[in-house]
C-alpha cells in the first residue's frame, strides 16, 4: 500500500528515529512540546525545537534481516530484506517500516536516537540505507530516557558510529553464514536418517553453548557414584554439644575407617591444634552490569535471563533505569547519585535507607565500582524519575533489587568476626566454625548476602586444650556428580568463555528450548537425544564448530572492526572459508554420519531400525557388546568403579542395588543396573 504524506506535517523537518514507540514518545516529550500524529495507525510525534520542526518516529527493532533465494548448502550469497517478509510473526514491522520509508524521503536531516549499541545502530542504519541518506545523518547517545540526558545528548550530537555499524552488520552476516549453512547440512542428515524434515539449527554461539550442557548431562548419566566414610565426631564444650568438620580427606574403605572409630572410642579426646579470630570486611557490592543483575535475579527473584533482561528493558523505557544492556560496573563521576538518591527518598520505602545512608557517609557518595567497563554506557542506575505507568508486581520487585544494590555500592563495608577452631583427634584434622557480624553495613540496604550467624565460645579453647568426645559414628557419603545446569550456569559459562553478548546470550539460551535441544526439568535444564547426536556428530566431523575457541576468535574480530584495526569484508572472507571447508567435511561424510545418527537418538516406531540391532537395554543402534554407545559406556564405569565398592565389603549385586536407591547415579547407569539385576550378575551382554 503507498502512502502519500499526511496534509498539516512541515514539509521541512529534522526526523529522529528511535528503537521503539515507547522510547519515541519520551525523546519526543524531552525535546519539547509534541503532538501525537497516526500514519496509517502508526504514532509519531511532531514538535518545534527553536526554528527546526522535528518528527519522532519509531522502529520496532529490527527492520531488516538477511535472506537467499537460494537452496541447498553451501550458500553464501545473501540480501538485506525486510523483516515481514521472511518471519511470518513480524507482520507489523510492514506498518512501521511504511512510515519510515515516507518520512525519510522528504526529511532535510536524520537523528539516530535508537539505543546506543551496536544493534540499535544497526536498525537506525539500515533504515537510512534504504530510503534515507545516511550521509545527512547525526547519531544522539544517551544512556537513559530522562528528559536531562536526552536534551544533553540533542546538544551534543555526533556523526554515525559506522565502527559500531560494521561491527554490527558483520555479526548479522557471519551469524547468517554459519547458520544457514550447518542448519541445512544438519537437517539433511536428519531427513537422510529418519525420512523425516524437521526444523533444526546450529549457531557460532549456539552450538558450543549446547555441547557445554549436551556434556555436562552426559557426565551426569554415566556418573557411578564412589562411597567414601566420613567420622562424625561432637565434642561438648560447656553445656552446650558441637559437631566438628573433618579438614582431611576422608576414608575411602570401610576397614580404615573402623579402625580409627576404634581408636578414637578408646581413647576420646580432641587436641586443640589451633584457634584463629579473624574480622573480615566485606566491601559493598558493585554496581550492576547486565550479567550480574541476571544472576540475583535469578537467585533471588527465580526470574529467567532473558525475563530480567525484558522487564530491565520495560523499566529502562518507563525512564527508570538507565540502558541496562551494558557491561560495565561502574557509576561515572559525572553521575549527579546525590540527585538521584533524592527523587529516590520521595518514595516512602527507600527514604529512610537513603536517609541512613546520608548520615553514615556524611552525603560522601563514593560507589564501589567494579573492574568491568563498557564504552557505550554505565553500570545499570536507578535514574530516581517516577512514572504514571502502572508497573507489575515483577517489575516492582526486580526495580526494587535494581534501588537497593544502588543504595549499597555507597554504604560502608560490612565486618563479620570469624572463629575457626581446629582439632587434632588421632591424627586427622576437625575444624568448628563460628560467625558474628560485627557491623551490617552495606547489609542493611541489599539483605542478600546475609552471614549466617553461629556463636562458638572462643574464650573456652586455647592451643594444646584437651576437649572430651560427647559422640561418635561413622557417615557414609557419596561422590557428586556434576551439578545440572540452569539457564543461568549457561549464561555464566558464555560469559566467562567470553562468546556473545550481554544482549544476545539469554536469547540464545531460550532458542535451544525452542528447538528442543534442551527442556526444563524443575528449575535445572536437560537435553534432548536430538541436541546428543547434534553435539556428538558435529564434534567428530567438525569439531571446531563445537569449540570455543573458534567462536571467540570471531568475537574478538568483531571487537577490532570498533578498534579499526580489521575490516568486516576481511572477517567474512575467513568465515566463508571455514563454513565452506565444514560443508564439504559434512557432505563427504554424509553416509557415515546417516548411520551414526541412530547411536545417539532413541527412535520411535516410526522409525525403521533393524531389531537386531538396537541396544539391549533401549532402542538406540548397537555400539559393541550387545549396548549402544551410552550403556556401553555406563556398564564399564560400573565395573570399573566397582573395585572401591569392594573396600566397603558390598557383594556384586548389592553394590547394583544400592546404585540403583542412590540420587546421585545418573540415568544410563540405573538402567544397566536394573538390566543386570533383572538378568542376573552372570549374563553376557552381546549379541
Not at 261 to 284: L, Q
Not at 312 to 321: C, H, N, T
Not at 491 to 516: H, N, Q
Not at 548 to 572: A, G, P
Request: charged share 30%; aromatic share 10%; hydrophobic share 40%.
Amino acid at each position: 500500500m503507498r502512502l502519500d504524506f499526511p496534509e498539516g506535517l512541515p514539509k521541512n523537518y529534522v526526523l529522529v528515529i528511535a528503537e521503539k514507540p515507547r522510547a519515541a514518545e519520551k525523546i519526543a516529550l524531552a525535546l519539547g512540546k509534541p503532538v501525537k500524529r497516526y500514519i496509517n495507525g502508526v504514532p509519531i510525534w511532531v514538535l518545534r525545537k527553536g526554528n527546526e520542526f522535528y518528527i519522532v518516529a519509531s522502529a520496532v527493532g529490527h527492520m531488516y534481516s538477511l535472506a537467499t533465494d537460494e537452496k541447498g548448502y553451501p550458500v553464501f550469497n545473501y540480501k538485506w530484506v525486510p523483516r515481514y517478509i521472511i518471519e511470518k510473526r513480524s507482520k507489523h514491522v510492514k506498518q512501521f517500516l511504511d512510515v519510515l520509508a515516507l518520512l525519510s524521503k522528504y526529511a532535510k536531516l536524520y537523528i539516530s536516537a535508537c539505543d546506543y549499541d551496536i544493534e540499535g545502530s544497526v536498525i537506525c542504519y539500515m533504515i537510512l540505507k534504504h530510503h534515507g541518506d545516511e550521509r545527512k545523518a547525526l547519531r544522539a547517545k544517551f544512556s537513559s530516557l530522562v528528559r536531562q540526558e536526552i536534551v544533553k545528548a540533542f546538544e551534543n550530537l555526533s556523526r554515525l558510529d559506522y565502527e559500531m555499524i560494521e561491527a554490527g552488520i558483520c555479526r548479522h552476516v557471519l551469524d547468517w553464514l554459519w547458520g544457514i549453512n550447518i542448519s541445512r547440512a544438519l537437517m539433511d542428515i536428519y531427513a537422510k536418517s529418519f525420512n523425516i524434515r524437521r526444523i533444526l539449527s546450529a549457531g557460532r554461539v549456539q552450538t558450543p553453548t549446547l555441547a557445554y550442557a549436551v556434556d555436562t548431562l552426559i557426565e551426569r548419566r554415566l556418573s557411578v557414584p564412589r562411597p567414601l566414610a566420613y567420622p562424625s565426631i561432637y565434642v561438648k564444650i560447656g553445656e552446650k554439644v558441637y559437631h566438628l568438620e573433618l579438614l582431611d580427606p576422608p576414608f575411602n574403605s570401610a576397614s580404615d575407617a573402623k579402625s580409627y572409630i576404634e581408636k578414637v572410642r578408646e581413647i576420646p579426646r580432641a587436641v586443640v591444634e589451633s584457634v584463629s579470630v579473624n574480622v573480615v570486611e566485606y566491601n559493598p557490592p558493585h554496581p550492576f552490569n547486565l550479567p550480574d543483575l541476571q544472576a540475583e535475579a535469578y537467585r533471588i527473584l527465580k526470574l529467567s535471563p532473558y525475563r530480567t533482561q525484558k522487564l530491565a528493558e520495560d523499566l529502562y523505557l518507563e525512564a527508570l533505569i538507565s540502558y541496562p544492556r551494558t557491561n560495565s560496573q561502574k557509576l561515572p563521576p559525572e553521575l549527579n547519585n546525590k540527585q538521584i538518591l533524592e527523587k529516590l527518598a520521595e518514595n516512602p520505602a527507600y527514604k529512610p535507607f537513603i536517609e541512613e545512608l546520608l548520615k553514615e557517609t556524611r552525603g560522601i557518595l563514593k560507589p564501589n565500582n567494579g573492574e568491568k567497563d563498557d564504552p557505550a554506557h554505565p553500570a545499570i542506575h536507578p535514574t530516581g524519575e517516577s512514572t504514571t505507568k502502572k508497573l507489575s508486581a515483577i517489575h516492582l520487585k526486580l526495580y526494587d533489587l535494581i534501588v537497593r544494590r544502588y543504595i549499597a555500592t555507597f554504604a560502608k563495608p560490612m565486618k563479620v568476626q570469624f572463629v575457626n577452631v581446629v582439632f587434632n583427634i588421632h591424627g586427622k584434622r576437625y575444624a568448628l566454625k563460628g560467625s558474628r557480624i560485627l557491623e551490617k553495613g552495606w547489609s542493611k540496604y541489599y539483605p542478600y548476602m546475609a552471614v549466617e550467624e553461629k556463636y562458638i565460645p572462643v574464650d573456652m579453647f586455647a592451643k594444646g586444650k584437651v576437649v572430651p568426645i560427647e559422640k561418635i559414628g561413622l557417615v557414609i557419603r557419596y561422590t557428586k556428580p556434576p551439578q545440572l545446569p540452569t539457564r543461568l550456569t549457561l549464561l555464566k559459562w558464555m560469559e566467562e568463555v567470553e562468546i556473545g553478548t550481554e544482549a544476545t546470550r539469554a536469547e540464545i539460551i531460550e532458542t535451544l528450548f525452542k528447538r528442543g535441544y534442551i527442556y526444563t526439568s524443575g528449575r535445572s535444564i536437560n537435553v534432548s537425544d536430538l541436541a546428543i547426536a547434534i553435539v556428538y556428530i558435529l564434534r567428530k566431523y567438525v569439531k571446531d564448530l563445537v569449540r570455543v575457541d573458534l567462536t571467540r576468535e570471531f568475537e574478538r574480530m568483531l571487537k577490532d572492526i570498533v578498534m579499526r584495526k580489521t575490516s568486516c569484508r576481511d572477517i567474512e572472507q575467513k568465515a566463508k572459508d571455514v563454513v565452506s571447508r565444514y560443508v564439504r567435511e559434512l557432505k563427504s561424510n554424509l553416509n557415515n554420519i546417516v548411520q551414526e545418527f541412530c547411536q545417539y537418538v532413541e527412535p520411535d516406531d516410526n522409525i525403521k531400525l533393524s531389531i537386531d540391532k538396537r541396544c539391549a537395554i533401549c532402542r538406540r543402534a548397537l555400539y559393541k557388546d550387545g549396548l549402544c554407545l551410552f550403556h556401553y559406556e555406563a556398564l564399564k564405569r560400573i565395573r570399573e568403579t566397582y573395585t572401591e565398592w569392594q573396600k566397603f565389603n558390598l557383594s556384586w549385586r548389592k553394590y547394583l542395588e544400592r546404585l540403583l536407591k542412590l540420587k546421585s547415579t545418573g540415568l544410563y547407569v540405573k538402567d544397566v543396573c536394573k538390566y543386570l539385576l533383572k538378568f542376573g550378575d552372570t549374563v553376557k551382554l552381546q549379541l
